[in-house]
């Protein structure tokens, strides 16, 4: 019997499940596919692109020192995604004679299922993944018994579980969440701390170069590329944020500000979602920062919470709902992506200095991502399917497992509320509050109607009166709504058209 492990792009760890099953035997084969089908599937950000291709150049060496018998494959099959991989896999299966193929586990659910339909000269033999905290047979446990999914119930559960910021069964500090001492708007001149980047070595400049040479349509720009690409390095960024960031992390956790593009943020997704660091040893650094260096509770426990609480819960409800959790679109909302979420050519400043600064990095922080690009999107009724295809393409750390619960779940609310308690829609207002993008704008972020107003209002107030009778079942919703019943007729009846014109001007031009 000869075994033989798979790894996938986003699996670069020597402790992923499929090798640890393998024992600690030398040469065992292992093949990693670098496939060219599988990223016309949409046009990524080049970034990302470079990020997972050098990550697992880097890694296929990393296993050579440690032993394995590694072959890197660069696939590109003519007829499609599955093929590529297919080809690859077959000519390794029979040069290695290998009997039974041993893959983690993907974690997104259309790679699965490409994977069980492969037809491959052996067993196939898919190994539970153990890249999150919560196995999916453990989180549908915790949520089939429950009558509500709220993420604070499970973020409570999680530091039970793993003993993590409690004291005797209690929360240290006596609160569960710090959140009211975080959330501060920007004021004056923030101190912001430099971010870990990183010179592209010989590797990555190799695959810049491809990606440069690529022939299909991508997104956004390579270069400057700054992001990490091995285990080292990820830990450089996790040493490096525990240390200059950590700190001041919660009181500006959700404040923009022109030309600060990560402010006090980890900047780990990247590497955290391809396997380069795991989630426990990114907790246990907050938790020992707080404890042997008495950092402050409200930015520790507001970190530890991204991680241990939304980030293993938007897992654990991927596999929690239906597959066809990705169709969903409550409000029915079927406008096209306007044009400027590809170009970043807006005249409303807050989406092109977030749209272009996506261009340039792959990354946005959490309230950029939720209050500005996807309130957008859902205040102005734009497809969930389309805006969900574009984070998909555009962010250095999207996959569909994050894409699906936090896109069209918690960004769109298009799947009525599984996942959110309200949703996430904001006039103007908001933006203006906790960012300086406002001050820079031709619109007014005051007015409602009117040429100079803001699209955020009158998109936000057409929201509220086209959807009042599914939002009045929204409990929280119905406060804001009293406020639409006290406009004047004629003030709504303008909202709606300029709501409507400014839809019927963005299929004519894309300048607005
Ligand atoms: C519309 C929308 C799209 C998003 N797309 C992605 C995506 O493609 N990939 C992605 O990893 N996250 C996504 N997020 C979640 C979150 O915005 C990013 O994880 C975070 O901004 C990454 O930057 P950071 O590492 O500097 O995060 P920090 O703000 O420093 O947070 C620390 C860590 O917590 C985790 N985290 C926090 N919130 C979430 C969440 N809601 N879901 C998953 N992980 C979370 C991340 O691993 C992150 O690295 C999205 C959120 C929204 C609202
Ligand atoms: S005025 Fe409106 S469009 Fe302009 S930056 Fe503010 S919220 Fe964005």
Redesign the pocket.
């Known amino acids: 019997m000869m075994i033989g492990v798979w790894i996938l792009g986003d699996q670069l760890s020597v402790k992923q499940a499929a090798l640890q099953s393998c024992g600690h035997q030398d040469n065992v084969p292992v093949i990693l596919i670098e496939s060219l089908r599988h990223i016309q599937v949409r046009p990524y950000h080049q970034q990302k692109l470079v990020l997972v291709w050098s990550a697992m150049r880097h890694f296929a060496q990393e296993l050579r020192q440690l032993k394995y018998s590694v072959t890197y494959k660069m696939a590109d099959s003519l007829s499609g995604v599955a093929r590529d991989f297919e080809t690859a896999l077959q000519e390794w299966i029979k040069a290695n004679r290998i009997t039974e193929l041993r893959v983690m586990m993907p974690n997104d659910r259309p790679f699965t299922q490409m994977i069980q339909n492969l037809e491959l000269p052996c067993q196939i033999t898919l190994i539970p993944n153990n890249h999150f905290l919560w196995s999916t047979e453990e989180f549908n446990n915790w949520a089939s018994c429950r009558k509500r999914l709220l993420m604070e119930d499970f973020y409570r559960e999680g530091r039970r579980r793993l003993q993590i910021l409690m004291e005797e069964n209690k929360p240290i500090g006596g609160q569960w969440n710090l959140d009211q001492e975080n959330r501060q708007p920007p004021k004056g001149k923030l101190n912001t701390p430099p971010a870990q980047w990183f010179e592209p070595d010989e590797i990555t400049l190799d695959v810049i170069a491809k990606v440069n040479s690529l022939s299909c349509q991508t997104y956004g720009e390579v270069a400057p590329f700054r992001w990490g690409v091995n285990r080292q390095q990820a830990l450089q960024v996790l040493d490096w944020?525990i240390q200059h960031r950590l700190a001041d992390?919660g009181p500006y956790?959700d404040a923009m500000v022109t030309g600060e593009e990560?402010m006090w943020?980890?900047?780990?997704?990247?590497y955290?979602?391809i396997g380069l660091l795991q989630p426990l040893e990114v907790i246990q650094a907050a938790e020992a920062a707080y404890k042997e260096h008495q950092l402050p509770l409200n930015s520790v426990e507001g970190?530890i919470r991204?991680?241990l609480g939304?980030?293993e819960y938007?897992?654990g409800i991927y596999y929690y709902v239906e597959a066809e959790y990705s169709d969903k679109n409550w409000f029915n909302h079927t406008q096209p992506l306007p044009e400027f979420f590809w170009t970043g050519k807006t005249k409303m400043n807050c989406l092109h200095q977030v749209i272009t600064q996506v261009q340039r990095t792959g990354?946005?922080?959490?309230i950029q991502?939720?209050m500005v690009?996807?309130n957008f999107a859902l205040i102005a009724g734009i497809s969930p399917q389309s805006v969900e295809n574009w984070?998909?393409a555009a962010?250095i750390?999207?996959?569909d497992w994050?894409?699906q619960?936090?896109?069209i779940g918690?960004?769109l609310f298009a799947d009525g509320g599984v996942l959110a308690s309200k949703p996430y829609a904001a006039s103007a207002n908001y933006i203006n509050k906790m960012s300086d993008y406002c001050k820079g704008c031709v619109y007014n972020h005051k007015e409602r109607i009117g040429q100079n107003a803001c699209p955020f209002n009158f998109f936000y107030w057409n929201f509220l009166d086209q959807h009042r009778e599914k939002l009045q079942s929204q409990g929280r919703m119905s406060f804001i709504l009293k406020h639409l019943d006290k406009m004047p007729p004629e003030e709504l009846q303008s909202i709606r058209q300029q709501a409507q014109d400014w839809h019927g001007d963005l299929q004519l031009s894309s300048g607005k």
């Open positions: 944020f992390f956790q990560t943020h980890a900047l780990l997704s990247p955290l979602n970190f991204q991680v939304w980030r938007m897992h990354y946005a922080h959490h991502r939720l690009l996807s984070f998909h962010f750390d999207g996959y994050v894409m619960t936090n896109v918690m960004g």
